[in-house]
């Protein structure tokens, strides 16, 4: 079992920052796929991004490339996404998603989930 806790949602004023953060605990030897995924009420449940621990590509939905960026901190097992000029159209509940195996781009069948962050940007 793996258990994702994210951290560093909040409120900002759109051009803003925020650094969300994954903590990963449990089982987490030999996770190979992790991503971030985003919810806006009303909406379905997209990819944001997502990095293979293996090889370390990564991956991007168009509306956030050139703003967000995803990395992992291998030793404390925390998968971090940095947001920069936050737009309104940001605004969502952010799930981190991990496995043990190779989950392609840009699907969601992740075995673990974490509660979610929110995210709300206003203009």
Known sequence: QVQLV???GGSVQAGGSLRLSCAAS???YGDTSMAWFRQAPGKEREAVACIYVQSGKTYYAD???GRFTISR???ENIVYLQMNSLQPADTAM???AADHYYIPW???GYKYWGQGTQ???SS
Request: overall charge negative; charged content about 15%.
């Open 106 to 108: 840009p699907t969601s």
């Open 119 to 121: 995210v709300t940007v």
């Open 73 to 75: 901190d291998n030793a």
């Open 94 to 96: 952010y799930y981190c």
């Open 26 to 28: 449990g089982s987490t």
């Open 6 to 8: 994210e951290s560093g």
């Open 63 to 65: 509306s956030v490339k």
